[in-house]
């Protein structure tokens, strides 16, 4: 957290007072007196720091015994609840890594992905995409924490300002002057996860245990600020499983268990083409055309590389007793592709961005519906279509 900067702090007299200007004035906002502890703490609070940060500055500041903890973190707590109220303070995500936690760079479909924790966790399925060197692109920056059980409950109120927003079958989302609160759902480890607005800092809270358990939860957990920094910057994800064929990337997208291995599996046996990955693919546009992007993230597949392709298609599978493909047209073709989004919707700009997206893809690319069985004659006509009439 960090003090509002419509408010500056001023001295008469020995009283302190922290007056309004600029916007905080035009709202016929009030100065509030405060003591020589409000004080120190507001100016402490020119950067951002945590409510814990301020106790222990206070401790050193007035030589306090630690006995004394409690009674200044009571006096910290109360100053901070009267300021909130007031619209003095605002909240904040930053968080200052852990002594002994490492920074971990990643490249990652063009972004930079940078990662802060423990080094006991293990990131292994981010190994082949180990930034070489670092590149002038844009960064997001994640914080994993290391919180005991009770500090976690501690944090799970709704706190100043935020609003509650929606909630799927992973999380609790909420909405406040700092961005996205997810209070995550039915997870041994990871408890929360916080982004900004901006979607270039998140913090993801953790309580300690099973080091594999704990290791895939926070693997996973990167995933949902990278796709909401991925749509900040014009890239969707889509529920989909994609080859690499005759140089071009296509994709099979449908619901879950609708047998998008199935069909991916096929065409590796019988064309020998590659596998791009296995249950989530991030598109976005270069040089006027539909790219797919590598990355580490595939659903329980397994199959996931680096790299790019241009995106020749989208075939939206649909289980059928014959096997055929028809081309879709009108708005058919853009409401598809929305319904199969990963990418988060948690917000009517983020909606906005999607539309727009998906008219391009409806566009540039072939859309279409494939009815099928699940053997070779699917793969077969998939392929005659293909051949025929788009590549």
Sequence with gaps: MRRSPNYILK????????????QASAD???DVEVNEVGAFIWNLLENDMEASEVVDACMKEYECPPEQYDNVKAVVETFFDQMF??????????RKPLHGDILRKYAIAGFNVHVTGSPDIDLSPLDDYIAKRIRPADTLTVN????????IAEKSAITPGETFITQNEAANIYRGPYGYRLEIKDCQNVARILINEKGDYAVIEYTEGDIAEMSQELFLAIRVPFTYFAAKHGLIAIHSASIVYRGKGWLFSGRAMIGKSTHTNLWKKYAGVKIFNGDMNLLGVEDSLIHMYG?????????????????AGITFLKQAPDNRVTELIGNERVLKILRRLFSPLWNEELLGNYVFFA???AETVCLCELECTADKRAFEVMKSFIDEQVL
């Design 85 to 94: 109220e007031g619209g003095l303070l605002v909240w904040t995500i930053k």
């Design 11 to 22: 001295e008469m007299q020995g009283h302190y007072y922290l007056i309004p200007f600029g």
């Design 359 to 361: 008219q391009n893809i």
């Design 295 to 311: 990355i580490p993230w595939c659903g329980e597949s397994g199959i996931s590389e680096p790299g790019k392709y241009s995106v």
């Design 144 to 151: 994993m924490v290391r919180l005991t059980r009770e500090e």
């Design 28 to 30: 016929f906002s009030k």
